[in-house]
């Protein structure tokens, strides 16, 4: 799963839409295809990655509740942080204003519990806090 996931984003960084979709579709027939909701909830999330990027904003809020779903219940923080992140552009894009905002706190909150999870000293959480994703998430916000 990991490998299409990385596919789809190589694909969606060179624009190449129909591939992306080919390999977001791929993905999510792993996932689904396993109980492993980490995995599932990365799926759905690649695949409404590659719907925004298509402009199809029904699929991407589609594929979004999918991933919310398959993580309710447990703890994914790996995949939540950037399905809330994701979410939260979505509706920042449909002029949804507050169910944005919600799901930015929810991803700003779950990379706040991965940071807080490494100890201070640890190399790998200011590397964490520090890459390009999580900083425009977080904006002027620090852990």
């Known amino acids: 799963v990991l490998i299409e996931i990385a596919f789809v984003k190589v694909f969606l960084a060179s624009g ?24 599932q909830a990365f799926a759905w999330h690649a695949s409404a990655q590659v719907a925004m990027a298509e402009g199809n904003l029904r699929r991407a809020q589609d594929d979004i509740a999918q991933a919310l779903a398959v993580m309710e219940g447990y703890e994914v923080p790996l995949a939540t942080w950037g399905v809330h992140a994701t979410a939260s552009e979505l509706y920042q894009y449909l002029g949804d204003k507050v169910l944005a905002q919600q799901h930015r ?36 916000q620090s852990f």
């Open 16 to 39: 190449n839409l129909s591939e992306a979709q080919a390999h977001a579709k791929y993905c999510v027939e792993l996932a689904c295809a396993t109980a492993e909701h980490t995995n």
């Open 105 to 140: 706190a929810l991803s700003c909150e779950t990379i706040g519990k991965i940071a807080n999870s490494l100890p201070p000293t640890e190399p790998l959480r200011q590397t964490f806090l520090s890459a390009p994703r999580i900083r425009e998430i977080l904006g002027t």
